[in-house]
């Protein structure tokens, strides 16, 4: 008997088809897994924009007290068999005189009596992220005026035009008087010097108009009742969104969702970071990756341009490539613990101390802030981009160097004028690559920079407009943050959801971008080659 | 009788200091420990077409290399003797190579064309120069292409990449790129090895007309071709210059049998 071999049970096509079958479903088992994962997160983050049916319920409460009220049902019944032996429940958001701006709550199925479609009562959404569930009835104007409910949109429109009035006030007039007393502060003015105390009756001038324009809002006021006859009064100038989902057909819907997504991708987190948009971690995401990708490309082509043209060819230049190739391979944490430690810490500090000593000891650039963030993964995604430029620059023929020598031009004209643009499709491929491993780190980011909540954006109005010094927000920490948000508030898991296919969608833009971008320099400068 | 009159004989070994386009002395040239060409003193006459012959790696193509300092790329080359172009020795230390290379342009075995337009091709050296203005560039565009023959061709679209263009066209806008620096001496290094007859007939014929504005030096694996269209014919063998004559006398009577031998296909 010689060595076992397959010739021996099969033929050659045999052979061929189990191999080729074995292969295809290894492959098809991919695009499964991929899918799957696809439209979980997009099933589940477009949850978060449907709206739900407000429904009347009378339930009991385990002390013996019936209740009727408007909730929302939350699509999952979890079968808790720890929280209430092995019984269905029901788990719901109601509002009620008690709890007006919304309570959850786990009911077993047999205390509940009567469920039934309110298509009266509105999910009303408050700017500050909370929902009321009620039917309105009726608006309450200035000097005890009431108004139709139907005129609805042209009183918002009197109390939007008071609010803007608010805030101009405020942006343009108590802004600049504040400004000007923290001047006087910094060069220590007398507490009764004129300028002072000129500043000061401006600023109560000011301060009076606002608390008036702020009464006459309060005067504007949506009457509502709850299931259980109890009226509630709440300020128009607090809500944000009214619909009546019970009410709405397909289209209805569908504009709820448009409105949803438009609010989620411009607002600011809400109710610690359960409700409201995302629109702040959109924008630290995205800054903090073009800030990187301007940083790294750079260095890394740079550093690759040495390693294959004019680095000679001896052991050093071999020690330092496979430590660009094991760089790679460090645990991102790692990066993060030595973003903090050399960048923030000891960069960031001495910056203090040379340029800033007159704040300290309160940081200015010692202090984690997109920046650091920034560079911390370009340092990350260095070696990506190094080791795929130099796939690129080995790929420009030979030819075209020794041409371009040939014709007078100095090893840096070469590169700079042949050689670069060849390699550029490599470089495209390291900065894609970059790219997406940058917009999935969450460990390190949470080390230099990125916070669960940033009161500023890290651009605004106030020179120098763009503050690489603040604090970001990032939508890989939102959703690292968005899952230890209490499993039972299905709303804010699919907040969750949603930032995660928002997260999906601004890798894939990037990387679109990029590709299209690649094949436009392949075709310019690699066809025929 | 006519032939003689047509080729006017020059003594190769007496060559006038103003009909020598490269002089060669003494030069010696190694890579690291392997000795590549061995003591080449040779004079190359301006305005003739001067063909390399010889099995491959005798040297022809390092040879060729030494009149534009080529070698100097690759890392452990030295090179010993003089070569004196336009009456200075360009292998002392201080040459300017981007000067020398824009003197002496050089044509490679396989075409080269820059991954950009056909006219940004041609400007390719002249920009280095610092060239910048459009008039300028665009008269150097289209006297060379008209004088590598290839103007009626591409001039409805200079601004197409060079990559469309099939391999004589291409050979030819090469040959144009180093027209457009106005090289006094040209080196063709197997030029037409990767082209078919009919295009090798077309590259001939403009080497033959290249001739009045230029020198040119070719290597040529091919017998025939150098007969045709050279003048003067070095033959080398494992770095020696082995007989060096018009190319009439070496294809017809050579003086050395290895050189018989070579010619007559017994070898190589």
Redesign the interface.
Known sequence: MGKWSPRQFLSNRQQQSYVISLGAFCAGLLVVALACVLMLITIRGLDYFWPRPVQSIQFELPDGTAKQVYAQINERHINSAVESGSEPAFVFRYSDSQHPYGRSLLVEAHAVEVISEAQQAADILLHNGTRVFSEPLSIRLPEGQSGELAKYEEVRDTVTAIREQIETVRKERLASVHRELASLDLRQVEKDAPARLRLYADFERWQQEVLRLEAQLADYQLVTRFNNGSEFLIPLDDIDRLSYPGQLDWFGKLGIVGAGVVAFLTDAPKQANTAGGVFPALFGTVLMIFVMTILVTPFGVLAAVYLHEYAP?NHLTSVIRICVSNMAGVPSIVYGVFGLGFFVYLVGGNIDELFFSDALPAPTMGTPGVFWASLTMAILTLPVVIVATEEGLRRV?E??K?????????KF?TIW??VL??ASPGIMTGVILAIARAAGEVAPLMLVGAVKFAPNLPFDGEFPYLHLDRQFMHLGVLIYDGAFHSQTDVRSASLMFASCLLLLVVVFVLNVLAVILRRRLRK?????? | MLKLFEREQLNLAKLPEAQTAIEVRDLCLRFGDKHVLHNITMRIPKNRITALIGQSGCGKSTLISCFNRMNDLIDNSVTEGEIIIDGRNINRKKENLSILRSQVGMVFQRPNPFPMSIYDNVCYGLRLQGIKQRRQLDDAVERALIEAALWDEVKDRLFESATTLSGGQQQRLVIARALALKPSILLLDEPTSALDPLTTLIIEELMAELKKRCTIVIVTHNMQQASRVSDYTAFLHQGELVEYSDSDTLFTLPEKKQTEDYITGRYG
Do not use: I, N, Q, V
């Open positions: 060819d023929p030819g075209l020794s041409g371009s020598y040939a014709l007078g031009a100095t004209e004028h042949t643009p060849m310019r400068y690699l066809r025929g080659y």
